[in-house]
C-alpha cells in the first residue's frame, strides 16, 4: 500500500486546493465584510451551471466560457451582495448569516427547479487524460487544479501587496471606520470583495465539476469542507485557509483509501472535531484567553 501514497498524495492536493478556492472566499468576506456567506459553496454550483450552459446550449469553446464564466460570477457575487448584505449591514452579523442561508436555499431549489435533479456532464479542460512521472499517474484535471490554485493565490498575494487597491481592500478589512475616514471607498471595496469571493467560488465549481459532475448538491458539500477548512486553518486567516483546505483533502483522500471509501466525509469531519477539541483557534489562529 505504501507504493500507492505519492498518488493518494496527489489526487489529496487536487481536492484539497478547491476546498482552499472556497475557504479563501469565506476568509476574504470575514475580513472585509465580517460576515460568514453560508451561500459561497452555492458559488461553485453556479459557476459549474453557467459553464453548462456556455458550453451545451450556446456552444461556445470551452477556453471562452471560462472567462466569461468567471466574470458572470463576479457580477453575480456583487449582485448577491446589494440583495443579502447591502440592506442588512447596520443590524449585525446574525441577520446577514440568516440572509446568505436563505440565499443559499433558493438558489439551489431555482436550479433545481430549472435543471432536475440529473447531474450534468463537464468535459475537463485538457484532451490529453494526464501524464506519469515517477510512478504517479498525474491525471490532467487534478493537475489543472493544482496549479490554477497556485497561480490564483499568487495573483491574490501580488495584488494585495503589491498595488493599491490591494492595500485599500486590506485596510477596510481591518477597519472600516477608519478607511472610511482615510477616504477609502469602503461600499466599492466591499462590493469588489464579494465579487471576487464569488469568482472564486466560481472557478472551484469549473474546476472540479468533470470530477464531481454538475449537480444540485455540489456545493453544499464543498461550502462544509470549505468551512471546515477554514476552522482548521485558523477562522479568518488568509494562509490558514489554504493549508488547511488542502490537508483537509489529503486527509479524506487517505483515510478513503486506508480506511473506508463511504466514509471519507466522516473522516474529514472528524479532523475538525479533533482541531475544535485540541486547537480550537486553528493551525494559524491566536488563542483568545477569557476572564474567568
Given at each position: 500500500m505504501l507504493e500507492l501514497v505519492?498518488?493518494?498524495l496527489f489526487t489529496g492536493l487536487?481536492?484539497?486546493?478547491?476546498?482552499?478556492l472556497v475557504a479563501l472566499g469565506f476568509v476574504l468576506l470575514i475580513r472585509a465584510a465580517n460576515v460568514v456567506n453560508f451561500a459561497q459553496g452555492e458559488?461553485?454550483?453556479l459557476g459549474a451551471y453557467m459553464m453548462v450552459v456556455l458550453l451545451s446550449i450556446l456552444g461556445l469553446p470551452?477556453?471562452?466560457?471560462?472567462?466569461?464564466?468567471?466574470v458572470g460570477m463576479a457580477a453575480f457575487g456583487i449582485l448577491f451582495a446589494g440583495a443579502t448584505y447591502w440592506p442588512l449591514r447596520h443590524r449585525g452579523q446574525l441577520p446577514v448569516i440568516i440572509s446568505t442561508i436563505g440565499a443559499s436555499i433558493f438558489l439551489s431549489n431555482i436550479v433545481l427547479a430549472t435543471y432536475g435533479p440529473s447531474p450534468e456532464v463537464l468535459p475537463g479542460l485538457f484532451d490529453s487524460p494526464g501524464l506519469e512521472i515517477g510512478g504517479v499517474f498525474m491525471d490532467s484535471q487534478y493537475l489543472a487544479i493544482i496549479v490554477i490554485t497556485a497561480l490564483l493565490v499568487l495573483l491574490q498575494f501580488l495584488i494585495f501587496e503589491k498595488t493599491l487597491l490591494g492595500k485599500k481592500l486590506q485596510a477596510t478589512s481591518q477597519d472600516k471606520e477608519m478607511a472610511s475616514l482615510l477616504g477609502i471607498p469602503v461600499a466599492v471595496m466591499v462590493l469588489i470583495t464579494f465579487g471576487y469571493s464569488?469568482?472564486?467560488g466560481g472557478i472551484a465549481g469549473v474546476l472540479v465539476a468533470p470530477i464531481l459532475f454538475v449537480s444540485v448538491g455540489m456545493g453544499a458539500l464543498i461550502s462544509l469542507k470549505a468551512f471546515a477548512a477554514n476552522i482548521i486553518g485558523g477562522f479568518g486567516n488568509i494562509p490558514g485557509a489554504i493549508l488547511g483546505g488542502l490537508a483537509l483533502g489529503v486527509v479524506e483522500t487517505f483515510g478513503a483509501a486506508f480506511i473506508s471509501v463511504p466514509y471519507k466525509d466522516a473522516i474529514a469531519f472528524a479532523?475538525?472535531?479533533?482541531?475544535?477539541?485540541?486547537?480550537?483557534q486553528g493551525l494559524f489562529g491566536e488563542k483568545i484567553s477569557e476572564k474567568a
Amino acid at each position: 500500500m505504501l507504493e500507492l501514497v505519492p498518488q493518494l498524495l496527489f489526487t489529496g492536493l487536487g481536492i484539497g486546493a478547491i476546498y482552499a478556492l472556497v475557504a479563501l472566499g469565506f476568509v476574504l468576506l470575514i475580513r472585509a465584510a465580517n460576515v460568514v456567506n453560508f451561500a459561497q459553496g452555492e458559488f461553485s454550483m453556479l459557476g459549474a451551471y453557467m459553464m453548462v450552459v456556455l458550453l451545451s446550449i450556446l456552444g461556445l469553446p470551452y477556453f471562452v466560457a471560462i472567462p466569461l464564466a468567471v466574470v458572470g460570477m463576479a457580477a453575480f457575487g456583487i449582485l448577491f451582495a446589494g440583495a443579502t448584505y447591502w440592506p442588512l449591514r447596520h443590524r449585525g452579523q446574525l441577520p446577514v448569516i440568516i440572509s446568505t442561508i436563505g440565499a443559499s436555499i433558493f438558489l439551489s431549489n431555482i436550479v433545481l427547479a430549472t435543471y432536475g435533479p440529473s447531474p450534468e456532464v463537464l468535459p475537463g479542460l485538457f484532451d490529453s487524460p494526464g501524464l506519469e512521472i515517477g510512478g504517479v499517474f498525474m491525471d490532467s484535471q487534478y493537475l489543472a487544479i493544482i496549479v490554477i490554485t497556485a497561480l490564483l493565490v499568487l495573483l491574490q498575494f501580488l495584488i494585495f501587496e503589491k498595488t493599491l487597491l490591494g492595500k485599500k481592500l486590506q485596510a477596510t478589512s481591518q477597519d472600516k471606520e477608519m478607511a472610511s475616514l482615510l477616504g477609502i471607498p469602503v461600499a466599492v471595496m466591499v462590493l469588489i470583495t464579494f465579487g471576487y469571493s464569488a469568482a472564486l467560488g466560481g472557478i472551484a465549481g469549473v474546476l472540479v465539476a468533470p470530477i464531481l459532475f454538475v449537480s444540485v448538491g455540489m456545493g453544499a458539500l464543498i461550502s462544509l469542507k470549505a468551512f471546515a477548512a477554514n476552522i482548521i486553518g485558523g477562522f479568518g486567516n488568509i494562509p490558514g485557509a489554504i493549508l488547511g483546505g488542502l490537508a483537509l483533502g489529503v486527509v479524506e483522500t487517505f483515510g478513503a483509501a486506508f480506511i473506508s471509501v463511504p466514509y471519507k466525509d466522516a473522516i474529514a469531519f472528524a479532523l475538525l472535531l479533533l482541531f475544535l477539541l485540541i486547537r480550537p483557534q486553528g493551525l494559524f489562529g491566536e488563542k483568545i484567553s477569557e476572564k474567568a
